[in-house]
Each structure stands twice: as structure tokens, then as C-alpha cells.
């Protein structure tokens, strides 16, 4: 298709930064959740302080450090996250001893009992939480509340009220500004592998609608808006074939088939992806059945997947990342 000289479009930029969020590195498991704690508790605190006002105008917010140096008959208010403390929740130690074909603990469907413990904590200490105000089977761990009470001899908080932040309003990220920014395009479950021709066929108009081949100039305007494609996952394979016992040898027969499948299949993503990335940045996530490991987090494609792509990307953690510039 020729284009006019006047009405040559430029694909607009982003700076892509790779944060190494999921890449595998030395795991520690002592600290397991209290950072997602921390940090929703600090993204409720305010508003449940206000929530906490509102509802107990004549009682103080102090820290659970701070309840030490009160009197121990003052009625304050305290802000944190809640333990539930549950004596029957499965642990490693029994999955240990069925490994070492101990007595098996018998299987449950509910987990909780009257013997649950109920904890407040924060980023320092933790209480715990007694009274007969307090319904222990409605909450779960995790959840952020205000606590009216007082302290008690032993340690412990005796609970009067409740009170929780609710859902809080969010801002939208919206603006004037948004108009001029560039759009990203994302794609999934392409399954390449059974794919048909029609299919095929399709993935040739997209190919060609994104590097500009195609369209009238307003839509090749549209198209130079996209700065990024997100490709997310289950790309080369959409599903997996299963089979029982009976077909277990027909399995083992077919697995040089089903590998052929896969390795066709890539050489089809490499011959779809080739043109795109040379014109536009591409992430390539990999789903749950594409030829990558299956551990969570996946990691990204070997390299030797995409030769034909190989050079246009900068392997990351569990993606691919394709860097490029286009013009149409």
C-alpha cells in the first residue's frame, strides 16, 4: 500500500523499567506476609481513624506501644491488622508426618473452633483480644479494624465495640492528559497449536493492522497510538491433552507428536511476533501451558524458542521484553 509522504505517522514511546519483581532468588520464609500487612494497614490507617472518630468521638487513638504507659480502667482505641490464632489449620508438620507414615490427621472441612485465639497487631507488638463482645467465627486474618477497649491485668484487651474501614473511595487515575498518551494493546490465549487456517488467517490481518500494512490513514493514526503489546500467556499451547490409565501407553506413543505440535507451533509465534517486534515494543508473558517452566513465578522463553525474535528482546525475569522503533 503506498503511503503519502504528508501523512506518515510516528509510533509513540514509553520508557519500560523491569523491576525484577519475579525473578527467583533466595526465598526467606520467616517474614511471610507481614509485609503485605504493613502495607495494608498503612493504606487503611487514616480512613479508619476517621471511621473510629466518627463513632467513638470521646475515646483516644493511641499505639499498641503506648498501651503500657495507660491506666489500665481507661478506655482508648486501637488500630491494626487481626490474627486469628487456629489450633485445627493445616500445618507442614502434619504433611511431615504422613511422609514419615505417622498416624494420619484426619481430614477437615472447616478449620475453625471455639478454641480460636484472636490477636491485634501492628508493626511492633501484638495483643490479645478477649471479651464477650467479640465474635471470633465472623473474622478472619488479615483484616484491618479499630478495637474500643481497655487493657487488663494479664496483657490482654478487653474488647467493648468494633470498627472497620470500610470500602475506600478510590482516585481516578482519568485526566485531560490521558488523551495524549499512547494506548497498549493486550492479547491471550492465542494456542497456536490449534490453531486453524481461518485462525492463521486472522493473525495475519492483526499482524499487518498493527505494523500499519493496512487501513486508511485515520486508522493508521489510531494504530501509532499503541506504545506497547502485551502478550498474556498461553501462547504456543491453550490447553493440554489428558489422559486415563487405559490410554497410558497411547500417551507415550504420542508424546513425539505432541512435541512436534509444540515446535511448530513456536515457529508459527516466532513468524507472528518477527514483523511486530521490529515495529513496536512486545511483552511476552508465558501462561500455563506454553513450553516454560511451571513453577510460579514462570520464568520467561529460552531464547532458542524465537530465533527469529531473538534479537530484537531483552530477557527479563517471566517475560520477554522486545525494543524497538516504528514508522509508517
Known amino acids: 500500500m503506498e503511503v503519502d509522504s504528508a501523512s506518515v505517522c ?26 503485605i500487612y504493613n502495607a495494608r494497614l498503612q493504606a487503611l490507617r487514616n480512613r479508619l481513624v476517621e471511621n473510629a472518630k466518627i463513632k467513638w468521638a470521646d475515646s483516644k487513638v493511641i499505639t499498641l506501644s503506648e498501651l503500657s504507659e495507660r491506666d489500665e480502667s481507661s478506655t482508648c482505641i486501637i488500630i491494626g491488622t487481626l490474627y486469628k490464632h487456629q489450633e485445627l489449620k493445616p500445618s507442614i508438620l502434619q504433611e511431615f508426618s504422613k511422609e514419615l507414615q505417622l498416624v494420619a490427621q484426619p481430614s477437615r472441612t472447616n478449620y475453625a473452633s471455639f478454641k480460636d485465639i484472636l490477636y491485634l497487631e501492628d508493626e511492633t507488638l501484638r495483643v490479645k483480644l478477649i471479651g464477650n463482645d467479640i465474635n471470633i467465627q465472623d473474622v478472619v486474618t488479615g483484616i484491618v479494624c479499630a478495637v474500643l477497649g481497655h487493657e487488663l491485668e494479664n496483657g490482654a484487651f478487653a474488647v467493648v465495640d468494633w470498627c472497620f474501614p470500610g470500602c475506600c473511595p478510590k482516585l481516578s487515575i482519568l485526566d485531560q492528559s490521558m488523551k495524549d498518551r499512547g494506548k497498549i494493546l493486550i492479547i491471550s490465549g492465542l494456542d497456536l497449536a490449534n490453531a486453524c487456517n481461518s485462525q492463521l488467517l486472522s493473525l495475519n490481518l492483526l499482524s499487518e493492522w498493527i505494523t500499519g500494512m493496512i487501513g486508511c490513514e485515520e486508522i493508521q493514526k489510531e494504530v501509532s497510538s499503541i506504545v506497547c503489546i502485551i502478550i498474556a500467556g498461553n501462547s504456543v499451547r491453550g490447553s493440554v491433552e489428558t ?22 507451533a513456536a515457529h508459527k509465534l516466532d513468524n507472528f511476533l518477527n514483523p511486530i517486534a521490529q515495529c513496536c515494543p512486545i511483552i511476552l508473558m508465558p501462561g500455563e501451558f506454553d513450553p516454560t517452566c511451571h513453577v510460579l513465578p514462570q520464568q520467561a522463553f529460552h531464547p532458542c524458542i524465537l530465533p527469529q525474535c531473538s ?3 531483552q530477557w527479563s525475569t517471566y517475560y520477554g521484553y522486545y525494543e524497538s522503533c516504528w514508522s509508517c
Do not use: M
Open 243 to 264: 489422559y486415563d490409565r487405559k490410554n497410558y501407553f497411547k500417551t507415550k506413543a504420542h508424546d513425539e507428536v505432541i512435541f512436534q505440535e509444540a515446535a511448530n
Open 10 to 35: 510516528s509510533r509513540k514511546s514509553f520508557k519500560f523499567e523491569d523491576f525484577k519483581k519475579f525473578e527467583n532468588s533466595p526465598r526467606h520464609f520467616t517474614h511471610q506476609y507481614s509485609g
Open 311 to 313: 534479537s530484537w528482546i
